[in-house]
C-alpha cells in the first residue's frame, strides 16, 4: 500500500525558511508515471497547490510561490521535500504531499500542520 507521510518543523517565525520532507512507501519515487506534488490549505480557506517534482528532477511551481519555493528529489531515501523562504503568517497552513498517477492526486499524506508566529 503505497503511503506519504510529511514531516517537518510545526511552527515558525517570520522571514524563516520552511523545509518538509515526505517519506514514500510503497512505490518507487524514481517511476516515471508519477509526479510528487505539494498543496496546502490554509486555515478556513481551499485546497492551494504549490508544484511538483518529476523523477527526472523537472520541476512546476505555481506562478503565485515561484518566487519562494524550491522541490526536490532524493532518490536514495525515496522522499522528496519543499522549501518556502521568507515566510510570513499568511503561509500557515496544513501542508500535504501528494502522489499524482494516471492524471490523478491519487495519494495523498495526512498533512502537516505548519504555523508561522512571531
Known amino acids: 500500500q503505497v503511503q506519504l507521510q510529511e514531516s517537518g518543523p510545526g511552527l515558525l517565525k517570520p522571514s524563516q525558511t520552511l523545509s518538509l520532507t515526505c517519506i514514500v512507501s510503497?512505490?518507487?519515487?524514481?517511476?516515471?508515471?508519477?509526479?510528487w506534488n505539494w498543496f496546502r490549505q490554509p486555515p478556513g480557506q481551499g485546497l492551494e497547490y504549490i508544484g511538483y517534482?518529476?523523477?527526472?528532477?523537472?520541476?512546476f511551481y505555481s506562478p503565485v510561490l515561484k518566487s519562494r519555493t524550491s522541490i526536490s528529489i532524493d532518490t536514495s531515501n525515496n522522499r522528496f521535500s519543499l522549501q518556502l523562504s521568507s515566510v510570513t503568517p499568511e503561509d500557515t497552513a496544513v501542508y500535504y504531499c501528494?502522489?499524482?498517477?494516471?492524471?490523478?492526486?491519487?495519494?495523498w499524506g495526512q498533512g502537516t500542520q505548519v504555523t508561522v508566529s512571531s
Open positions: 501528494v502522489k499524482m498517477g494516471n492524471l490523478c492526486f491519487e495519494r
Open positions: 517534482i518529476t523523477p527526472f528532477g523537472s520541476t
Open positions: 510503497g512505490a518507487s519515487i524514481t517511476d516515471p508515471n508519477y509526479y
